[in-house]
């Protein structure tokens, strides 16, 4: 009843489900972000940049154009879209799977640069020493390069949540705005915005406001942790 | 034996790393968890569920017609997703999971009636449209029609895009029709979809525009601004259609849901949203 008269019952719906969306995507982007952010701290190959100008490409990118591709991709016309239909006999597109993938792909540097800055910071003495006592790389890299970047981690990790949060072009083209499924937190407000439901559309900014400050201070106090640490 | 040495200092300094570094970052992997599974419960379950894209000019009136139509078929739940008819259109085209189709114009519904993504045997319209000008503002008088728009008073005016909304090519031709439309160029702005136009000028961030009937007559905007009914002959009709996807044909509550909306339950309250009836075939 509290929580009725904070927000109406199909925000606590759309923000449930952003909370979901950017919680799956910030697990997935921990294991991708951490393979990514190890090959990009570690290749001496000269390919690399491509590599990282790929990874970068959504921070200037505009998210309709990426919303554009996943949306012609995954359409069942595709081939993409055709095999997942076949396999989970849903769509990608107007899904939750559907954001996972667009998000992920959205969020991708966030999470990446700052598991890869953190992991370049560890100093190769240690990993070296590891190693040459007879840790294999994989045991080095769990036992020393992962422990001693920890606050990258959990930086990418924030960022990559709080991004997911804020992300409406990606979601504009491909979701649909449907309620429980696909209508996350920022098209939501823009719809009660549309239905001049002004009072509604107040308390949500208000939440969302709320939220977004608390990450960006989480982050901040992360990092300066890892400042003082140095 | 110094080498081992160093590397036995190393070695704690690691493994204290791993004790201190891994705590906090494991109860964050656990909150993470916790956030993908917990806010499953609060997602939407009822025993059937229709979903309906809905033309936005129908964003008032159908919040009635469903609590209407939930009462009497207890056990369907109605969600409405409402937007622009030309973005429908091409979501059905790309595999939107939608039930019913409820479009401000008749060709969209048609065109996914003949390529086979709607049930063409269950297209039928339901409602003919109007558009209004209309303006918050007193020092406009809408009584003297479109051309009041080219008043020095007014500088911003708002349409629908008529690139995909229906209610958007009706101001268009109205406006085209009392030879407005090129010399307001300068002033008109484009709202998404026609609950979008509404709310650029409900907002008074344009002076006036030209919206839908319903919109209008919607108890919410009850006596706010003056609005003048733009004659019918300005524009083509804006017969609009519904329609049950190809998905929808399968689901009975889907069925229901379209018949209702014919139904002398349904009938009178679109009429007082100024839907006028069809022309009977």
Not at chain 1, 7 to 16: A, F, N, Q, R
Not at chain 1, 98 to 120: E, M
Not at chain 1, 135 to 146: C, G, S
Request: net charge positive.
């Amino acid at each position: 009843m509290i929580a009725q008269s904070v927000l109406p019952p199909e925000l606590w719906v759309s923000l449930g489900l952003t909370v979901r969306l950017a919680a799956t995507v910030t697990a997935l982007l921990l294991v991708i972000g951490t393979v990514l952010g190890y090959w990009f701290s570690t290749s001496k190959s000269r390919g690399i940049l491509l590599a990282e100008t790929l990874v970068n490409l959504p921070i200037v990118l505009p998210p309709t154009v990426i919303g554009f591709y996943l949306l012609t991709l995954f359409s069942p016309d595709q081939p993409i879209g055709r095999v997942w239909f076949k396999i989970t006999g849903q769509t990608l597109t107007f899904n939750f799977s559907g954001l996972v993938v667009g998000s992920i792909l959205y969020s991708l540097p966030y999470a990446v640069q700052p598991i890869s800055a953190a992991f370049k910071s560890v100093r190769q003495a240690y990993v070296d020493a590891a190693i040459s006592l007879g840790a294999t790389p994989w045991r080095a890299f769990w036992r020393i390069t992962v422990p001693l970047s920890w606050r990258g981690l959990i930086a990418g990790a924030i960022l990559a949540f709080a991004h997911t949060l804020g992300e409406f072009g990606v979601v504009v083209m491909l979701g649909g705005s449907i309620p429980g499924k696909t209508r996350v937190a920022s098209i939501a407000l823009y719809d009660e915005v549309q239905r001049l439901d002004y009072v509604a559309a107040n308390k949500f900014a208000g939440v969302l406001l709320g939220i977004s400050f608390v990450m960006l201070l989480l982050l901040g106090w992360v990092q300066g942790r890892a400042a003082r640490a140095e | 034996m110094r080498e081992s040495a160093r590397g036995n200092v190393l070695a704690k300094k690691a493994s204290r790393g791993l004790d201190r570094g891994m705590r906090p970052f494991a109860s964050f992997v656990c909150l993470l968890i916790a956030g993908m599974g917990f806010f499953r419960v609060s997602s939407v379950h009822a025993e059937e569920t229709v979903s309906v894209a809905a033309a936005a000019d129908l964003v008032f009136c159908l919040d009635e017609i469903d609590a209407a139509f939930e009462k009497s078929h207890p056990g369907i739940k109605v969600q409405v997703t409402s937007g622009s008819s030309g973005n429908f259109f091409a979501q059905i085209q790309h595999g939107a999971p939608f039930d019913v189709f409820l479009s401000a114009d008749v060709s969209y519904p048609r065109q996914l009636a003949e390529t086979g993504l709607a049930d063409k045997a269950s297209l039928y319209t339901y409602a003919v449209g109007r558009i209004v000008l209309w303006t918050m503002k007193p020092e406009i008088d809408v009584k003297r029609g479109l051309a009041v728009l080219s008043d020095s008073a007014v500088h911003k005016v708002a349409v629908a895009n008529p690139e995909h909304a229906p209610y958007g090519r009706a101001a268009k031709a109205a406006l085209e029709h009392e030879k407005l439309w090129e010399s307001l160029q300068p002033k008109i702005v484009l709202g998404e979809n026609i609950a979008q136009t509404l709310q650029f000028v409900q907002s008074g961030n344009a002076d006036a525009g030209l919206v839908a009937l319903s919109l209008v007559l919607a108890p919410k905007l009850a006596g706010q601004g003056t609005y003048f009914e733009v004659p019918e002959s300005f524009h083509p009709r804006l017969e609009q259609g519904a329609v049950l996807t190809k998905q929808g044909a399968a689901k009975a509550g889907a069925k229901a849901f379209l018949q209702y909306l014919a139904s002398p339950e349904a009938r009178p309250i679109l009429d007082r949203y100024g839907f006028s009836l069809p022309s009977a075939k």
